[in-house]
């Protein structure tokens, strides 16, 4: 089941929540409705990554937890808020992210304690922030008048 509350008039701010599951082309279908085709695979490949980590690690793939995701679309930029309910192990995002922070123009080895996921989203997204006391993943993308994304 998927929740959503696409942005009202005159807000451009939406909201979409779904149980944890990996069926999620429905869910990238509605956040990617607004993005122009020629970004659509780039932005649905790190937002796919993003969504199955919140799925696997976040909520430890309990369907009775919730995904929520707040998303804004202007013409200059796009942002993505992804907050997991968490579950009883809890993932070491913050370690992650600094360990990929400290690699970032290099992808990480097969064997790495770095996650290959994490430097997918560095590649693909301007900014990637993580909130671990609101547990929340913010992904954020400008939208430059003459950039070309990665994947074409």
Known sequence: MIATSLR???????????????????????????VPPHWQAELRLGLQEALVNAVRHGNNLNPAKQVTIQFSVTSQQYLWIITDQGCDQDFDLDS???CQQESAAQA????????RGLYILHQIFDRVDWNRYKRQLHLYKQMKRFSQPIIQ
């Open 8 to 34: 009202p008039v005159g807000r451009n701010l939406g909201t979409l929540s779904f149980a944890s599951t990996l069926y999620l082309r429905p869910i990238l279908d509605l956040l990617l409705a607004e």
């Open 96 to 98: 992650q992210l600094n």
């Open 108 to 115: 990480p080895c097969c064997d790495s304690e770095c996650g």
